[in-house]
């Protein structure tokens, strides 16, 4: 007999054997049951089976906990428990002086005398915002004025009846407005974003430091407001901007006459920038150049967008970010259980406000083919992987990009020849291939014509040194800074407060997908790795996490001290934050967030040396703060010049009423571009393919009567 293994003494019927067993016996030819050899791979598979299940029981217990938190009215602050235990356990082991919670700043700095001044109006960004129910399908209709976004009820939605949350979280995807039959409005007061999701703190931290200096809801407002909305429908479907002036008004005169201090975070400085010029313009607010001056002593930017992200682009070409590419298997398969990529993208293309934070100002500030990027990254947004001749004939032209999304979660259908024929022009133009900013926004024009046009209606992305022509004075360009200035408010004082020392995604390796449904041609290749910055198919550059640094510095540094986007010498200070974090022994405050220094895009909402300066701001005590860089941003931005007259080929290109218009000048003129061009070819296929169809119908009717 054979030598038996020790681990090996259970018995197994022969037909559940694995290949790899090794049965002997050296005198019969029966099998003994207790000779089997248990191979490593074996061994590998019971323990990812294992770990599978330990993670899904602990994923499981935190869902439940989740789904109760409604029921626990009150709040608890986590940090304060944790640096509790820590300090209990401790006991007199170590010394414990350091461990013990700091006074925030409200409370220290409400000691030395400081004491609210500015009427101040906060301003959320993207997500922020609880969003709640007037009017759904049935499916919702007993969650009225419940929150289907920032709460718990989401989670719960999300797994209990994802077809009802997206069918009532989305806007219609033709005209980014509400779906028929839902009604899906902003939560309003200081709560409708301080916290999202039970205990996670967005504003929650500065209202409550802020209060501790004398504010409350007599001398502080939350502008909370739909962020799905693309900026001009905010004021088309809720009056949000005609709301706020009159909350601004309303602040001043209750409030002794003094100016106000507007605080925008992330996309809610866009809001804030937008606002300034709606204000003054007879196409918007109607209140004269002069409104902003009479009205607001400072406007605070944190980590603001001011020049686009790359991940918005991500978002509507693939429904992807580094958020996702970097999910294990095990989470990327309950991501894609929950909300898959096709879900998402469904989801981020009917929100007209992402398209806003697209990047702005063309290869002259990202750097093109023949010009160097400031920053020192590469020079492209995408990197196309798949060689031409691996292309399959799947369509390239989303099958998202139309009037209608139903059945999104479908197979697309078969190709036609036209499909067949886009396919082979796009894949020799895709394969292989580096995309610039501007080829990267043109791509997205071929992809998705027909939501690009919507999209170049709303926004334009582009770049001008002749602000006086009074084309400008249009809602398209009052988010974008480097085709609108600041306003005509010699007396206020705008601040850029934002992190900087964190990985931030820069660009994007794709590839083709290579699953057999979907409506996703293009996904991030997330097999391209280094080691270091360059990990599950993205570059990572320098910024705060979510916004690159030359968006959250260059207008700050250099842009808004030149005067054609600042012709007014409105005063700017720039006020960098350097990303450290702290353990749960080292941190004083937020433990869970990464200490009192972090300077992540979210988190820094919590930074003590930040909050220091809101309230130095808000309590007209901000003569102490001036420029403070850590970051290489000025260097950058010397980099940039913005007279040079890029060549045709890196010049900006979107779409104004209809035509293809040259936003790297000022006049306007024509440029060719092959959307136009395709487009028109398209036209001819259809109509050829719509004859010879035509008349094959006719010989097949005209053979069938002879037949007969």
Not at 505 to 524: A, G, H, L, M, W
Not at 619 to 632: E, G, I
Not at 656 to 678: F, L, Q, W
Request: proline share 5%; aromatic share 8%.
């Amino acid at each position: 007999m054979g030598k038996k293994r020790k681990d090996a003494n259970l018995p197994r019927e022969k037909g559940n054997l694995p290949k790899e067993t090794e049965l002997t016996r050296e005198d019969s030819g029966e099998i003994d049951l207790c000779d089997v050899t248990v191979t490593p791979n074996t061994i590998k598979k019971k323990k990812r089976i294992c770990g599978c299940c330990c993670f899904c029981y602990v994923f499981l217990s935190f869902l439940i906990l989740l789904l109760f938190t409604p029921v626990m009215k009150q709040r608890f602050d986590p940090d304060d428990l944790i640096l509790d235990e820590v300090i209990t356990q401790l006991g007199g082991a170590i010394p414990l002086e350091g461990l013990h919670p700091v006074d925030r700043p409200g409370l220290r700095m409400s000691k030395e005398g400081y004491e609210a001044h500015y009427p101040v109006v906060l301003i959320p960004g993207i997500i922020s915002s609880g969003l709640e129910v007037w009017k759904g399908k049935p499916c919702a209709q007993r969650h009225f004025r419940e929150r289907f976004w920032g709460t718990s009820l989401m989670i719960q939605k999300i797994l209990l009846s994802r077809k009802c949350w997206k069918e009532h979280i989305c806007l219609n995807h033709t005209t980014f407005m509400d779906p028929e039959g839902i009604k899906i409005r902003s939560a309003n007061g200081l709560g409708a974003a301080d916290y999202f999701l039970g205990d996670f703190w967005v504003w929650g931290k500065v209202i409550e430091n802020l209060a501790d200096v004398g504010y409350d809801e007599s001398n502080m407002i939350m502008a909370s407001y739909d962020w799905r909305l693309p900026f001009e429908y905010l004021e088309t479907r809720d009056n949000y901007f005609t709301r706020l002036k009159s909350h601004i008004e309303l602040l001043k005169s209750t409030n002794g006459g003094k100016k106000v201090a507007i605080i925008g975070h992330s996309m809610g400085s866009l809001i804030m920038v937008y606002f300034n010029k709606w204000v003054e313009s007879d196409k918007g607010g109607k209140g004269g150049p002069n409104w902003i001056k009479d009205h607001v002593a400072s406007e605070t930017n944190i980590g603001g967008p001011l020049l686009g992200v790359m991940k918005s682009l991500s978002c509507v070409l693939s429904g992807e970010m580094r958020d996702t590419a970097e999910l294990n298997l095990v989470l990327s398969f309950i991501k894609e259980n929950l909300l898959s990529k096709n879900d998402m993208l469904e989801i981020f293309r009917s929100f007209g406000s992402i398209p806003s934070m697209f990047p702005k100002g063309g290869n002259r500030i990202w750097g093109g083919e023949d010009q160097e990027s400031p920053d020192g990254n590469n020079t492209y947004v995408f990197k196309f992987t798949t060689p031409e001749e691996q292309w399959s004939l799947r369509t390239i032209i989303s099958p998202l990009d139309g009037t209608t999304v139903q059945g999104m979660s479908d197979c697309p259908n078969e190709n036609t020849p036209l499909d067949k024929m886009l396919n082979d022009t796009l894949k020799k133009k895709i394969s292989e291939h580096n995309y610039p900013l501007e080829e990267a926004l043109d791509l997205l024009r071929e992809v998705m014509p027909i939501y690009m046009e919507k999209i170049d209606s709303l926004y334009s992305f582009g770049l001008s040194r002749n602000l006086s022509d009074p084309s400008y004075d249009h809602p398209r360009y009052w988010a974008n800074p480097l085709e609108s200035s600041l306003p005509n408010a010699p007396d206020m004082t705008f601040y850029c407060l934002y992190g900087v020392g964190k990985e931030t995604e820069r660009f994007y390796y794709y590839t083709e997908s290579d699953e057999k449904c979907t409506n996703i041609p293009f996904v991030i290749d997330t097999k391209v790795n280094n080691g270091s910055d360059l990990n599950y198919g993205i570059q990572a550059g320098e910024g705060d996490g979510t916004v690159p640094l030359m968006s959250l510095g260059y207008m700050c540094a250099k842009g808004w001290k030149d005067k054609v986007y600042n012709p007014h010498k409105v005063k700017v200070i720039t006020r960098e934050f350097r990303h450290e974090t702290e353990s749960v022994l080292q941190a004083r405050d937020n433990v869970l967030r990464g200490g009192t220094a972090t300077a992540d895009h979210i988190d820094i909402m919590g930074n003590h040396y930040m909050l220091q300066d809101i309230i130095k701001i808000t309590t007209n005590k901000a003569d102490q703060l001036h420029d403070r860089y850590f970051s290489k941003i000025q260097e950058y931005a010397e980099k940039v010049h913005l007279n040079k007259t890029p060549n045709k080929k890196s010049t900006p290109v979107t779409r104004k009423n209809g035509k293809v218009v040259d936003e790297g000048e000022s006049n306007g003129r024509s440029t060719p571009n092959i959307v136009e061009s395709a487009a028109k070819k398209v036209a001819e296929v259809k109509n050829t393919i719509k004859n010879a169809a035509k008349v094959a119908k006719e010989k097949a009717s005209h053979k069938l009567k002879t037949e007969l």
